[in-house]
């Protein structure tokens, strides 16, 4: 989707697509993360216009360009980084997002923990945990994660809300999910991360409490 395209009638999706998580939830509260990266301001207006203020992009210099101006007239905005994160640019992450969700190796923390001390801020951060041990996926290992967990929370404390995680293509994502929440209870982890526009009704069936939403509202790229 560029500027010059047409935005899709994202009142209607949204509202569609909230009807299939509270269908999916029984009852439960599940945060809606729309996946904006990529797409235009002009489309995430729209979104805005509809009443969706959570947003998650992949990458910190496109989401500044779009959303620093945006944060003026919305103030509510709720804008998360789920892409990975080099260590340089930790400092402009924690200035922008609200939520960063791919806090997977000791030198990101390192970097987080630095630029949170001398910007006097700090997000929400999730640990993103390789549920499926892809050699070309980010995230920590899961022999590794019960480890890394216990160190993160203790060093961010509170601040430290949960865990993220992409299961395997191509296979039932089901069994990694309820490995990912059963790893969150594990540790009084609230937030779980888990589900996209092909499987987010399974993953709010496995305990997901936010899913990321991408193509099934804005479309394909």
């Given at each position: ?19 299939r ?10 945060g809606?993360?729309?996946?904006s ?29 779009k ?32 939520q ?122």
């Amino acid at each position: 989707m560029t500027d010059d395209q047409p935005i899709p009638d994202l009142a209607a999706t949204i509202a569609e697509v909230r009807a299939r998580i509270e269908r999916a939830a029984a009852g439960r509260e599940i945060g809606l993360v729309a996946v904006s990266k990529t797409k235009p301001v002009a489309a995430i207006e729209a979104a805005i216009a509809a009443g969706q203020l959570v947003f998650g992009e992949n990458r910190v210099q496109e989401a500044a360009l779009k959303f620093t101006p945006l944060r003026i007239p919305y103030a509510t905005l709720d804008l998360h980084l789920i892409g990975p994160l080099q260590t340089n640019k930790a400092r402009d992450a924690v200035l922008l997002f609200d939520q960063i969700e791919t806090l997977d190796r000791p030198k990101l923390a390192d970097a987080l923990a630095t630029a949170a001390e001398r910007e006097g801020t700090l997000p929400n951060l999730l640990v993103q945990v390789n549920i499926g041990d892809e050699a070309q996926k980010a995230g920590v290992a899961r022999a590794e994660a019960d480890g890394f967990i216990r160190a993160m929370r203790a060093r961010f404390g509170e601040a430290l809300r949960g865990l993220m995680a992409i299961p395997p293509v191509g296979v039932d994502p089901a069994p990694y999910f309820r490995d990912l929440v059963a790893m969150a209870d594990h540790h009084g982890l609230p937030i779980r991360s888990i589900g996209m526009s092909g499987d987010f009704e399974t993953a709010i069936a496995c305990g997901a409490t936010q899913v990321r939403v991408g193509s099934a509202l804005f479309g394909g790229r």
